[in-house]
C-alpha cells in the first residue's frame, strides 16, 4: 500500500520555477548535475528542481538522492548565513557613553551591510548571488515540502524507516495536512516501522535534551566525572542554540537582497527578538533545578560537580560566571569565598567568556532597544522575566524608572512574525521541570509532544470516585432549589452552560443544597491542580487563584442537525485575538492579569467537546487534547496557546475551568476564604 499511490505533486509550490531558471543558466544545471566538490555548494533550488524531475518521471532513486542533497545545500546555506551573521554580530560596536547611543545604533547598520558582503563572498562558491532561489522555493524550505516528495521516494525504495522520519519532519512543520496524518497513522499501524523512526530530523537537536537529563542523572547518583561531561555538553549545546536563535532572528528574509541593506528600524526589531531568545535560552526551556533558569542551573550543578571531582579552578570559574546571573546570591558568594581561600588569593578566579559574553551582549542589547523607546518613539513588552533581569542590575532600575515615566508602561507586544518562528525552536530544550507535588500523577503530554509552548497534560489528578463526587455536586446544584439552572451558552445557541464557582458552592451548602463534602472537594480539587501548576511552570514563584468555575456544557438535544459552529470559539485567555494582525491585544476586556490557565476534566460520556489549541491565526490545530476524568491540561494563557473547544454533540461535558495569576493584587479571596470555612466543617 503506498500512502501516495500515484505520487502525484500534492502540495505546495511548484519547484518547475526553479527549473525554469535552470533552463536559461545550463551553466549551473552541470553544476548540480556534478558532484559536489569540497567547499562548493550547489544552489539547493537546482537541486530541488532536478529531483521533482525525477520525482515526476517515478525515478525514485534518484529523486531520493537529488532531494537529500537539495535539503543538504540549504542547510550548509543557512550554516554559512548564520556563521557570518554571528561573525558580523560579534563586530557590532558596545558603546561606550550616552552620547554615542544613536551611533550604536545607526553604524551597526552600515557596518553588517559590508561585513556580510564580504563574509558570504568568502564561504559561498559559486557567488552568493548562484544561491538566492526563487521566493516560492524558499517558502516550499521552510515549509519542509521536500520532505513531501522524500517521503513518497523513500517509500518507493521500501526504505520504511527513512520514509516514516520524512514524513514525520514534514509533518511536525504541517500539522494541519491531514493527508500526511493519515499517512502518519498508516506507518503507525504497520509492522516493521520502528517507533524511534519518527523523527524530527530538522529539529534542534534532540539530544540536548537527553544529554541534559542524562547530565543530571548521573548527579543525583553522584557520578560527578559523568555529570560534568553531560552538563558541559548541554550548557555548550545551549549556547549554540542560543546564537542560532539570534541568526534567525534576521530572517527569513522577505527578499534577500534585502539582507545587506538592513534598515534600523528592521534592526531595532531584531535586537528585540535576541531578547526573546535569552528568554527562550536562560528561563523557559526549563529548569534542571528547583528555582533556577536554564543556564545559571547548569553553572550551578557544574560547579558542585567539579569541586566534586577535585577541579576547584573550574568549580570556581563555574560559581563566577553563576554571579553574573545572581550577583547577591549569598550561598554562592559563600562557596566563591571559599575557592578563593582554598586556590589560595593570587589565583586569578574569572567566570568564562562565553558566559561574560553573553550576559554583556544581552544587556548591552536590551539598552540599545531601551534607548530606541525612549528616543524613537519604539514600544518593547519586555520578554525577560525578573530573574534574568537581576543581571542588568543597577543600571536596569535607574533606566526602567525613568523610561517608564516616560511612557507609561504604554509598551506593545512586539509584532515580528518570525519572532515566535525563531524562538519556537528553542522549547524543545531540555524541559525537565521541578517535581510534581503529588504522587502518582503522570506527564501525559509537554509542550513539544503539543508542538507548542507552555503547554502541558496531566492524567491521574482526579480519582474515579472524585469525578463522581463532583458529578453529583454539579447536579444537585443544577436542580437547587434558588434556581440555578442551566442556561443557553453564551458561546453556542445549541448548548446549555452551567457554571459553578466555589463560593456557590459553599452556598449552596449551607443550605443544605448540595453536600459539604462535594464542596469541598471542589475546593481541594482547584488547590491540588494549582500546586501541580506551580510546581510544574513556575518553581518558587507564586502562583493565586485569579477564578474558579466547574463549567458544565450540555448539548441540546434536536438542535444539533448541520451544526458548524464551536462549543467555545477559539480564543486567548489573557489578550484579545486579532488572527488577521497576528496579534493579541492585552487589554481589557481581557483579563489581562491571568497568567496560567488549567482545566481539570471530570467525564468523557459525551460527544465531541475536545480542546484543541491553534496558532494565532485560530484556524491551524496544533495539539488537541480529549476530555477525560482525571485530566487536567495547562497552559500559559497568552497569545502563544489559542484554545477552542469542539462543538458537545451530545450528552454533557463538565470540567473545572482554573485561572491563575502572578500579581497578589488580583488573586481571588474567595477561595481563601471558602477554605477556612470548609476546614472548620
Ligand atoms: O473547557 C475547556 O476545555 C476550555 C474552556 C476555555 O478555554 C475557557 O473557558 O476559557
Ligand atoms: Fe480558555
Same mark, same amino acid.
Given at each position: 500500500?503506498?500512502?501516495h499511490?500515484?505520487?502525484?505533486?500534492?502540495?505546495?509550490?511548484?519547484?518547475?520555477?526553479?527549473?525554469?531558471?535552470?533552463?536559461r543558466?545550463?551553466?549551473?544545471?552541470?553544476a548540480?548535475?556534478?558532484?559536489?566538490?569540497?567547499?562548493?555548494?550547489v544552489p539547493?533550488?537546482?537541486?530541488?528542481?532536478?529531483?521533482?524531475?525525477?520525482?515526476?518521471a517515478?525515478?525514485w532513486?534518484?529523486?531520493?538522492?537529488?532531494?537529500?542533497?537539495?535539503?543538504?545545500?540549504?542547510?550548509?546555506l543557512?550554516?554559512?548565513?548564520?556563521?557570518?551573521?554571528?561573525?558580523?554580530?560579534?563586530?557590532?560596536?558596545?558603546p561606550?557613553?550616552?552620547?554615542?547611543?544613536?551611533?550604536?545604533?545607526?553604524?551597526?547598520?552600515?557596518?553588517?551591510?559590508?561585513?556580510l558582503?564580504?563574509?558570504?563572498?568568502r564561504?559561498?562558491?559559486?557567488?552568493?548571488?548562484?544561491?538566492?532561489?526563487?521566493?516560492?522555493?524558499?517558502?516550499?524550505?521552510?515549509?519542509?515540502?521536500p520532505?513531501?516528495?522524500?517521503?513518497?521516494a523513500?517509500?518507493?525504495?521500501?526504505?520504511?524507516d527513512?520514509?516514516?522520519?520524512?514524513?514525520?519532519?514534514?509533518?511536525?512543520a504541517n500539522?494541519?495536512?491531514?493527508?500526511?496524518?493519515?499517512?502518519?497513522?498508516?506507518?503507525?499501524?504497520?509492522?516493521?516501522?520502528?517507533?524511534d523512526?519518527f523523527?524530527?530530523l530538522?529539529? @534542534?537537536p534532540?539530544?540536548?535534551?537527553?544529554l541534559?537529563r542524562?547530565?543530571?542523572?548521573?548527579?543525583?547518583?553522584?557520578?560527578?566525572?559523568?555529570?560534568?561531561?553531560?552538563?558541559?555538553?548541554s550548557l555548550?549545546?545551549?549556547?549554540?542554540a542560543?546564537?542560532e536563535c539570534?541568526?534567525?532572528c534576521?530572517?527569513?528574509?522577505?527578499?534577500?537582497?534585502?539582507e545587506?541593506?538592513?534598515?534600523?528600524?528592521?534592526?531595532?526589531?531584531?535586537?528585540?527578538?535576541?531578547?526573546?531568545c535569552?528568554l527562550?535560552?536562560?528561563?523557559?526551556?526549563?529548569?534542571?533545578?528547583a528555582?533556577?533558569?536554564?543556564?545559571?542551573?547548569h553553572?550551578d550543578l557544574?560547579?558542585?560537580?567539579?569541586?566534586?571531582?577535585?577541579?576547584?579552578?573550574l568549580?570556581?570559574?563555574?560559581?563566577?560566571?553563576?554571579?553574573?546571573?545572581?550577583?547577591?546570591d549569598?550561598?554562592?558568594l559563600?562557596?566563591?569565598?571559599?575557592?578563593?581561600?582554598?586556590?589560595?588569593?593570587?589565583?586569578?578566579?574569572?567566570?568564562?567568556?562565553?558566559?561574560?559574553?553573553y550576559?554583556?551582549?544581552?544587556?548591552?542589547?536590551?539598552?540599545l532597544?531601551y534607548?530606541?523607546?525612549?528616543?524613537?518613539?519604539? @514600544?518593547?513588552?519586555?520578554?525577560?522575566?525578573?530573574?534574568i533581569?537581576?543581571?542588568?542590575?543597577?543600571?536596569?532600575?535607574?533606566?526602567?524608572?525613568?523610561t517608564?515615566v516616560?511612557?507609561?508602561?504604554?509598551?506593545?507586544?512586539?509584532?515580528v512574525?518570525?519572532?515566535?518562528?525563531?524562538?519556537?525552536?528553542?522549547?524543545?530544550?531540555?524541559?525537565?521541570?521541578?517535581?510534581?507535588p503529588?504522587?502518582?500523577?503522570?506527564?501525559t503530554?509537554?509542550?513539544q509532544?503539543?508542538n507548542?509552548s507552555?503547554?502541558v497534560v496531566?492524567?491521574?489528578?482526579?480519582?474515579?470516585?472524585?469525578?463522581?463526587?463532583?458529578?453529583?455536586?454539579t447536579?444537585?446544584?443544577?436542580?437547587?432549589?434558588?434556581g440555578?439552572?442551566a442556561?443557553?451558552?453564551?458561546h453556542t445557541?445549541?448548548e446549555r452552560?452551567?457554571?459553578?464557582?466555589?463560593?456557590?458552592a459553599?452556598q449552596?451548602?449551607?443550605?443544605?443544597?448540595?453536600?459539604?463534602?462535594?464542596?469541598?472537594l471542589?475546593?481541594?480539587?482547584?488547590e491540588?491542580?494549582?500546586?501541580?501548576?506551580?510546581?510544574?511552570?513556575?518553581?518558587?514563584?507564586?502562583?493565586?487563584?485569579?477564578?474558579?468555575?466547574?463549567?458544565?456544557?450540555?448539548?441540546?438535544?434536536?438542535?444539533?442537525?448541520g451544526?458548524l459552529?464551536?462549543?467555545?470559539?477559539v480564543?486567548?485567555?489573557?489578550?484579545?485575538?486579532?488572527?488577521e494582525?497576528?496579534?493579541?491585544?492585552k487589554?481589557?476586556?481581557?483579563?489581562v492579569?491571568?497568567?496560567?490557565?488549567?482545566?481539570?476534566?471530570l467525564?468523557?460520556?459525551?460527544?465531541?467537546g475536545?480542546l484543541?489549541?491553534?496558532?494565532m491565526?485560530?484556524?491551524?490545530?496544533?495539539?488537541?487534547?480529549?476530555?477525560?476524568?482525571?485530566?487536567?491540561?495547562?497552559?500559559?494563557?497568552?497569545?502563544?496557546n489559542?484554545?477552542?473547544?469542539?462543538?458537545?454533540?451530545?450528552?454533557?461535558?463538565?470540567?473545572?475551568?482554573?485561572?491563575?495569576?502572578?500579581?497578589?493584587?488580583?488573586?481571588?479571596?474567595?477561595?481563601?476564604?471558602?477554605?477556612?470555612?470548609?476546614?472548620?466543617?
Open positions: 500500500m503506498a500512502p499511490a500515484g505520487g502525484g505533486k500534492r502540495s505546495g509550490t511548484d519547484p518547475q520555477e526553479g527549473a525554469q531558471r535552470m533552463d543558466q545550463p551553466v549551473l544545471l552541470a548540480a548535475a556534478a558532484a559536489t566538490s569540497p567547499g562548493r555548494l539547493f533550488d537546482l537541486l530541488y528542481a532536478d529531483g521533482v524531475r525525477a520525482y515526476l517515478r525515478d532513486a534518484r529523486a531520493a538522492e537529488l532531494l537529500q542533497r537539495a535539503l543538504h545545500s540549504y542547510a550548509g543557512r550554516a554559512a548565513r548564520r556563521a557570518c551573521r554571528a561573525a558580523c554580530a560579534r563586530e557590532e560596536p558596545f561606550g557613553g550616552p552620547g554615542r547611543w544613536e551611533a550604536a545604533l545607526l553604524g551597526p547598520v552600515l557596518q553588517r551591510a559590508g561585513c558582503q564580504r563574509c558570504l563572498g564561504r559561498l562558491r559559486p557567488a552568493p548571488s548562484a544561491h538566492r532561489a526563487s521566493r516560492a522555493v524558499r517558502r516550499d524550505f521552510e515549509r519542509r515540502e520532505y513531501n516528495y522524500l517521503q513518497v523513500f517509500f518507493q525504495l521500501k526504505k520504511l527513512q520514509a516514516v522520519s520524512a514524513a514525520h519532519t514534514f509533518f511536525v500539522p494541519q495536512h491531514l493527508q500526511m496524518r493519515e499517512d502518519i497513522e498508516k506507518y503507525r499501524r504497520m509492522s516493521g516501522v520502528k517507533a523512526s523523527q524530527d530538522e529539529a @534542534t534532540h539530544w540536548v535534551r537527553t541534559c542524562t547530565g543530571v542523572q548521573h548527579y543525583d547518583a553522584d557520578e560527578y566525572l559523568q555529570a560534568v561531561a553531560r552538563l558541559e555538553e555548550s549545546e545551549a549556547l549554540s542560543l546564537e539570534r541568526a534567525l534576521e530572517g527569513p528574509w522577505e527578499d534577500e537582497d534585502e545587506e541593506k538592513m534598515q534600523p528600524a528592521h534592526y531595532i526589531q531584531v535586537l528585540k527578538c535576541r531578547q526573546q535569552v527562550e535560552i536562560a528561563t523557559k526551556p526549563g529548569r534542571i533545578s528555582t533556577e533558569d536554564f543556564i545559571p542551573s553553572l557544574l560547579q558542585f560537580a567539579y569541586s566534586q571531582v577535585g577541579n576547584q579552578t568549580a570556581a570559574e563555574c560559581a563566577a560566571s553563576y554571579l553574573l546571573f545572581y550577583p547577591t549569598e550561598p554562592m559563600e562557596k566563591m569565598k571559599q575557592y578563593r581561600t582554598e586556590l589560595g588569593e593570587d589565583a586569578a578566579v574569572t567566570a568564562r567568556q562565553s558566559i561574560q559574553h550576559v554583556q551582549r544581552s544587556l548591552m542589547e536590551k539598552k532597544i534607548y530606541a523607546v525612549e528616543h524613537l518613539g519604539e @514600544t518593547f513588552n519586555d520578554p525577560v522575566s525578573d530573574s533581569i537581576l543581571i542588568f542590575l543597577p543600571w536596569f532600575h535607574q533606566l526602567v524608572t525613568i517608564v516616560r511612557i507609561h508602561f504604554s509598551w506593545v507586544l512586539v509584532s512574525g518570525f519572532l515566535s518562528k525563531a524562538c519556537s525552536c528553542l522549547s524543545v530544550l531540555c524541559f525537565s521541570t521541578g517535581p510534581l503529588f504522587e502518582g500523577i503522570a506527564v503530554m509537554d509542550s509532544q503539543m507548542g507552555q503547554r496531566f492524567d491521574r489528578v482526579l480519582t474515579e470516585s472524585e469525578c463522581k463526587d463532583l458529578l453529583r455536586l447536579k444537585a446544584a443544577g436542580e437547587a432549589a434558588d440555578y439552572r442556561r443557553r451558552s453564551p445557541p445549541h452552560f452551567e457554571g459553578l464557582t466555589v463560593l456557590k459553599m449552596l451548602a449551607q443550605n443544605g443544597d448540595v453536600e459539604w463534602r462535594d464542596a469541598k471542589l475546593l481541594q480539587a482547584s491540588k491542580s494549582r500546586q501541580i501548576i506551580e510546581s510544574y511552570f513556575t518553581p518558587g514563584k507564586k502562583l493565586h487563584f485569579s477564578f474558579t468555575h466547574l463549567v458544565c456544557r450540555t448539548a441540546i438535544d434536536g438542535e444539533q442537525e451544526r459552529d464551536l462549543s467555545h470559539p480564543h486567548a485567555d489573557n489578550c484579545l485575538l486579532d488572527p494582525g497576528q496579534e493579541c491585544w487589554e481589557p476586556p481581557a483579563y492579569y491571568r497568567d496560567y490557565s488549567g482545566i481539570l476534566y467525564n468523557d460520556d459525551f460527544q465531541g475536545g484543541f489549541f491553534t496558532e491565526d485560530t484556524v491551524t490545530v496544533t495539539a488537541e487534547v480529549h476530555p477525560k476524568c482525571g485530566r487536567l491540561v495547562a497552559f500559559s494563557s497568552g497569545k502563544e489559542p484554545h477552542g473547544v469542539w462543538a458537545v454533540g451530545r450528552g454533557r461535558r463538565c470540567a473545572i475551568a482554573l485561572w491563575y495569576t502572578h500579581s497578589q493584587e488580583h488573586a481571588e479571596q474567595v477561595n481563601g476564604h471558602a477554605e477556612q470555612t470548609l476546614t472548620s466543617k
